[in-house]
């Protein structure tokens, strides 16, 4: 089993930058991929991957928000942070962590990020 916990979240304005963080305890030895994820508010929205670190060493970011979000994490540790930057309002969003073992993906419990204009 696996524990993760994100957390960091908050209320800025646009244009300001926030950072989130992932830590996970248990049997994180088995943990390969990890990734931050977000959902925006209203009914029917649906789960958006931003970014994810493979093995500790390679990175995906989807289009979406390359230039302006970036990760960093500590592949012993397996932490993973999001890094954000130039903010906007359409960011306003519940941020989820994810770890995975190829078998299982576990969940951290959403931080909420709000980005007022």
């Known amino acids: 089993q696996v524990q993760v916990v994100d957390s960091g979240g908050g209320l800025v304005q646009a244009g300001e930058s926030l950072r989130l963080s992932c830590k996970t305890s248990?049997?994180?030895?088995?943990?390969?991929?990890m990734g931050w994820y977000r959902q925006v508010p209203g009914p029917g929205t649906q789960l958006e991957l931003l970014?994810?670190?493979?093995?500790?060493?390679?990175?995906h970011y989807e289009d979406s928000i390359k230039g302006r979000f970036t990760i960093s994490g500590e592949n012993v540790k397996k932490t993973l942070d999001l890094h954000m930057n130039s903010l906007k309002p359409e960011d306003t969003a519940v941020y989820y962590c994810?770890?995975?073992?190829?078998?299982?993906?576990?969940w951290g419990q959403g931080t909420q990020d709000t980005v007022s204009s």
């Open positions: 248990g049997d994180i030895s088995s943990i390969y991929i």
């Open positions: 970014a994810t670190m493979t093995g500790g060493v390679n990175i």
């Open positions: 994810n770890a995975s073992n190829l078998a299982v993906r576990y």
